[in-house]
């Protein structure tokens, strides 16, 4: 039974190399034998000099060392591999007899992470192997999501920076500049409040990614007039898109829409697509939003006339962090959350999303949802 046990969460280690060191060619041997039952890609050295070269050429993902071996020993040779950065982080297990206690001491000085005594017994071998393996596995694990975090921030500062350079310059004009008229204080006020709007669109898609992903995602299901939330999320953009000389065209039914939704996450459905619409166009260009109220469902139409996507790009569009080709045009932060969060909302609402385009003729991206969601 221990060696099922043993068995059921090896496989996903079945490919990891090890190493085996030891200047007896029984021991080797009876070494391989065990372990080749499991993890076929052993590779074994009988001095210090080629255990080094071997990890240093193909480096192993574990190494099993014998502390005693004639010329250098297995301390001198950890302390070797240690110094090395390609070898530095494969553990190594110490292989002494009985008795070798200062050895021991020393050996674990020198860097290794465990040790196993003369005669072994194969159960005990092989779940230290696996201990260590998996624990090397569980580091650079924690040291890819380190990464992955660290350059996530660095992206978020990034992008922060932008707004809060026009911020802080405007608020500079302002305390500094001698008269300025009142059509020019405004003006730099209104810069002001839209670049704020728009750090906090972009704080807010940071938090609600983390809680989409740990599906803590509440709606707060009510009747609204679908018009009206359309006219408020264009409200939002108006600012944007008037820096850029665009404009934002609307297409609606005489009658009223009423949907059923959560407000303020279909105001952000319909705020990230607008948005995107008017960072990827040049300026002097239209966006449109069309509501359309048939029999079957409402749906929603988002057009503009910018760059449009390629075949490769389109298959990236509603992942996480996916910054593509296309480029905003007057310097917009762009983080790659928006259309993550937006297809996660639209799943959840039971509706459908997706994108209409050609490389050169803008995109559409329609909202449907069905009459009974
Ligand atoms: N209307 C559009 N026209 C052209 N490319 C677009 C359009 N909408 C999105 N894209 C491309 O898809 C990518 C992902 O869009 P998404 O909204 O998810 O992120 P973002 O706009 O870069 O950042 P943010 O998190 O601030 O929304 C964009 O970086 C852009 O390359
Ligand atoms: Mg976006």
Redesign the pocket.
């Known amino acids: 039974m221990g060696m099922d046990i043993l068995h059921a969460n090896t496989l996903e280690f079945l490919h990891s190399k090890i190493l085996v060191v030891d200047d007896m060619e029984s021991n080797v041997r009876l070494l391989s034998v065990v372990l080749k039952k499991y993890y076929p890609n052993i590779m074994t050295a009988s001095n210090g000099v080629e255990a080094i070269k071997i990890a240093t050429q193909t480096p192993p993902d574990i190494i099993l060392l014998d502390l005693m071996m004639p010329d250098m020993d297995g301390i001198e040779v950890c302390l070797e591999l240690k110094k090395n950065p390609t070898t530095a982080q494969i553990p190594v297990i110490f292989l002494s007899a009985i008795g070798e206690t200062k050895q021991i001491v020393a050996g674990f000085e020198a860097g290794a992470v465990d040790y196993l005594v003369k005669p072994y017994q194969a159960t005990e071998l092989l779940a230290r192997v696996k201990t260590h393996l998996l624990m090397q596995h569980l580091q650079n694990r924690l040291q890819d999501l380190n990464s992955e975090k660290d350059s996530f921030l660095g992206m978020v500062a990034h992008d922060l920076r932008g707004p809060l350079s026009i911020i802080t310059g405007y608020a500079e004009l302002l305390l500094f500049q001698k008269n300025i008229d009142a059509q020019k204080r405004e003006s730099y006020l209104q810069s002001i409040l839209s670049q704020t709007h728009r750090m906090s669109e972009m704080m807010k898609n940071l938090l609600d990614i983390n809680a989409i992903e740990n599906g803590k995602l509440n709606l707060d299901v009510k009747r609204h007039s679908l018009k009206e939330i359309i006219a408020s999320s264009i409200e939002h953009q108006k600012g944007y898109a008037l820096m850029k000389k665009q404009v934002i065209q609307q297409e609606m039914p005489e009658e009223e829409v009423f949907i059923e939704t959560d407000r303020n996450r279909f105001l952000q459905i319909v705020e ?1 697509l607008v ?2 619409a008017v ?1 990827y166009s040049p300026p002097g260009k239209t966006v449109w939003i069309r509501l359309k109220n048939t029999a079957e469902n409402l749906r929603l139409e988002i057009q503009d006339e910018g760059p449009g996507l390629n075949e490769e790009d389109k298959k990236h569009l509603f992942q996480k962090f996916a910054r593509l080709s296309t480029k905003t045009t007057a310097g917009e932060p ?1 983080i790659g959350l ?2 993550s969060i937006v297809k996660k909302l639209v799943d959840t609402m039971g509706g459908k999303i997706w994108c209409e385009t050609e490389l050169g003729k803008g995109c559409l991206f329609v909202l449907s949802f069905g009459r009974n969601s």
Do not use: E, F, P, Y
């Open positions: 990230n948005s995107n960072k762009s928006g259309l």
